[in-house]
């Protein structure tokens, strides 16, 4: 299947960002890891011997509107096609929730959690999100910790960058870090 994916680098305002794609749609966006070298590692390391092409007008489109969210334009990129076929069923579930945060404002885990049947499961939905193959289309950073603190963010720059990104997008996060962060 390896020949049917492909990747292409882009630049953002938070820095140059990867794209995968299948027949099925995208199925992985790779944040900014400091140079275009770590990022084509990185995706080789998930998807193997996959060819760097230039995008399809499909992805192409996705990509600019992606480039326009981080600049500040609000878009909610549901009607990105994804191809999450290879995810586990839990985690899809997290994922349509996530995708249904508008930019500017924010869930929690524990908030995802209760729509999928219980506080309980904050801890997996937490999982869930950082395993998350396509930030920003799948807006995790969109997702906090109880409290309204940020709580993880595994992209480079860490909970700076998720801070940065919800930033951007307008959302209200009274967050100062204490001793006991």
Not at 36 to 63: C, F, L, N, S, W
Request: glycine share 12%; hydrophobic share 40%; charged share 25%.
């Amino acid at each position: 299947m390896t020949d049917q994916q492909h990747y292409a680098l882009f630049d953002t305002p938070i820095g140059i960002c990867g794209i995968e794609w299948g027949p099925r749609g995208i199925n992985g966006v790779q944040l900014p890891m400091g140079s275009e070298e770590k990022i084509r590692a990185r995706i080789r390391q998930r998807r193997g011997d996959i060819a760097e092409a230039e995008p399809t007008a499909e992805v192409k489109a996705a990509i600019d509107r992606i480039v326009a969210l981080l600049e500040g334009k609000a878009d909610d990129l549901t009607d990105i096609a994804l191809d999450l076929e290879d995810v586990p069923e839990f985690n899809r579930g997290v994922y349509e929730i996530a995708r249904q945060i508008p930019p500017g404002k924010t869930l929690t885990y524990g908030d995802i959690a209760k729509r999928l049947g219980g506080v309980e499961l904050s801890r997996d939905v937490g999982q869930a999100l950082g395993r998350n193959p396509c930030p920003i289309v799948v807006p995790c950073h969109r997702v906090l910790a109880a409290g309204n603190k940020p709580g993880g963010f595994s992209a480079r720059g860490g909970v700076e960058t998720k801070l940065k990104m919800l930033a951007i997008e307008g959302a209200a996060v009274n967050y100062t870090p204490s001793l006991f962060d």
